[in-house]
């Protein structure tokens, strides 16, 4: 990984503008569903 983190406490911060999205939710027919946003060609989960 060629991008620097910042820390603070415990906690590894990105900096801005690398955020992405992950969504989990229920379906109007109740499936649980999970989205996760492709950036860059990299998937980040933890």
Same mark, same amino acid.
């Given at each position: 990984? %060629? #991008?620097s983190r910042k %820390?603070? !406490?415990d906690k590894n911060l990105l900096p801005e503008g690398t =955020? !992405? #999205?992950?969504?989990v939710y229920r379906?109007? /027919?109740g /499936?649980? =569903?999970l989205e996760v946003r492709l950036e860059? #060609? %990299?998937v980040w989960l933890t």
């Open positions: 990984m %060629t #991008e %820390t603070s !406490g =955020k !992405g #999205e992950f969504l379906s109007d /027919n /499936n649980v =569903k860059q #060609e %990299t």
